[in-house]
């Protein structure tokens, strides 16, 4: 079964580095997403990604983030200058075009852990 | 906006209890979807289900089931005889198609399910 796949699984990194996250999402998908979920709490939206754009953002999504999509494959968050409350899981999505279902397929996430 | 709310942050039961996870959502759309995803102590998230807001029958897979009801705006998800492995936290979702056909998901804050041996 086509799976979305994330790496790292886990990061530690000292406050003020870059930390670049790196998702491949299921090949025949069009939409790609960021969600993060600070340990214990709820899942919230970062970002959606639709056509080499960015569709939707949250508040979240400040200056400090940014996706890219390099090479057909990959999708990337980059977070430039991390703070503590970085401090979460961050899950990628992808889903197929509007003939597709509407789920979402989660990667595994890659915790990020602020130091 | 959208709103989820999933009332109960945690739940305890024998296993082979039944249990009901429940789910009340708020939109403003006409067309939208709900989801269930799972997440064990593992973290990951695993899709459970889909509903689209015109479909409002009853799903069963195995000992799961699903109750939506538009009128009461609820999606609840029930579990039957459960068993240790159903321990996790349960996330209720909900997601509009826009024209441009991206969605963004929003999320309840989860009912974590203890079971019990």
């Known amino acids: 079964e086509p799976e979305v796949t994330q790496t790292p699984s886990h990061q530690v990194t000292q406050m003020g580095q870059e930390v670049i996250l790196r998702c491949v999402p299921i090949?025949?998908?069009?939409?790609f997403y960021w969600y993060r979920q600070i340990l214990g709490q709820k899942v919230e939206f970062l970002v959606s990604f639709y056509n080499n754009e960015i569709s939707e953002k949250s508040e979240i999504f400040d200056d400090q983030f940014s996706v890219e999509r390099p090479d057909g494959s990959n999708f990337t968050l980059k977070i430039r200058s991390t703070k503590l409350e970085d401090s979460a899981m961050y899950f990628c999505a992808s889903r197929a075009g509007l003939a597709g279902t509407g789920e979402l397929f989660f990667g595994e996430g890659s915790r990020l852990t602020v130091l | 906006a959208q709103k989820v709310t999933q009332a109960q942050t945690e739940i305890s039961v024998v296993e082979k209890e039944d249990v009901t996870l429940d789910c009340v959502y708020e939109?403003?759309?006409?067309?939208?979807?709900l989801f269930w995803y799972k997440q064990p102590p593992s973290g990951e998230l695993v899709f459970l289900i889909r509903?689209?807001?015109?479909?409002?029958q009853n799903e069963i897979s195995g000992r799961y089931s699903w109750n939506f009801q538009k009128s009461t705006s609820s999606f609840n998800f029930t579990i039957t005889a459960s068993q240790v492995v159903d321990s996790a936290v349960y996330f209720c979702a909900l997601t509009r198609l826009n024209s441009g056909g991206y969605q963004k998901v929003t999320f309840g804050t989860g009912t974590k399910l203890q079971v019990i041996p």
């Open positions: 939109t403003r759309d006409t067309t939208y979807y």
């Open positions: 090949s025949n998908h069009l939409y």
């Open positions: 509903r689209n807001s015109f479909d409002e």
